[in-house]
């Protein structure tokens, strides 16, 4: 019998009423020292990453958010009892500093877009450089394939400036109002920064009127976008690992 893991919490945390987990099972402690794993029994070594079934495993993270601090672990993560058990054991130390780092905490996303039709467009009119050059290029006729990429690594060096000036303007502000913040991957030209923050579970009011301020000293060509409380997925990195045996077995967010 296979148990899935869904994060571990404290062990005054895991009291009844448990939710109820993936394909209708039911969640139950295992308890290690003053932690406790949260799994359910599955017949599978395997699960596919249906919408119901992250539906669920997102529900039972929520529920115990509601009641503390979960360390989240990440969807599909499967081993054998006493399997988990052995992980606990060999990685107890950094579960239980983590438990206590992050006590009372929850993360929070922000994200930062240009909120223009046309972000090139946008561009040209904004910067005398890239207009200057685009009006040079295309006077003429239309340009040869080097231009335009020569015109196009201008555009892609002035939104990573831009991106740039304004992620240390955004993190600067809100540090007042969070304990860390990281930056996130951008993808798509309008999109200039994506931060998830670190505040305290109280604080998440002090936080949004925070970046409601900061978003008073921007133009109406930026909209900011909060989301959130969210579990510690960004922050939290831990990583359980034993060897046994000769094989290799890993729990980890």
């Known amino acids: ?30 308890k290690y020292g003053n932690i406790t794993a949260l799994v359910g029994d599955i017949r599978t070594s395997k699960i596919r990453p249906e919408r119901q079934h992250l539906k669920l495993h997102e529900e039972v993270i929520k529920e115990f958010m509601k009641r503390g601090t979960i360390l989240p672990v990440s969807f599909g993560t499967i081993a054998e009892r006493m399997q988990i ?11 239980r500093d983590c438990l206590s780092r992050y006590s009372g905490k929850v993360e929070m996303f922000l994200r930062l877009v240009w909120d223009v039709e046309n ?4 561009f040209v009119e904004n910067h005398p450089d890239l207009r200057e050059e685009a009006t040079s290029l295309f006077s003429e006729g239309m340009p ?7 015109l196009g690594k201008l555009f892609e060096s002035l939104l990573k400036e831009e991106r740039e000036k304004y992620t240390q ?39 949004c009127k925070g970046v409601e301020e900061l978003a008073e000293g921007f ?16 922050f939290c990195h831990v990583h359980l690992a034993a060897q046994e045996r000769g094989r290799h077995y890993v729990l980890s967010r």
Not at 17 to 24: L, Q
Not at 85 to 95: A, F, Q
């Open 144 to 150: 040869s394939q080097w231009e335009k990429i020569e």
């Open 219 to 234: 133009s109406d060509t930026h909209s900011f976008e909060i989301t959130g409380p969210w579990p510690l997925y960004n």
């Open 169 to 207: 303007k955004v993190q600067k502000a809100l540090s007042a109002f969070c304990h860390e913040s990281k930056e996130l991957k951008v993808s798509g030209e309008k999109n200039i920064l994506r931060l998830v923050c670190l505040i305290d579970k109280t604080g998440e009011e002090r936080f």
């Open 119 to 122: 972000i090139y467009k946008y």
């Open 1 to 30: 019998m296979y148990l899935y893991v869904y994060g571990v919490i404290e062990n005054e945390l895991a009291y009844p009423p448990f939710p109820v987990g993936i394909k209708g099972t039911k969640l139950f402690p295992l």
């Open 85 to 95: 058990g052995r992980l606990m054991e060999h990685n107890y130390k950094s579960l």
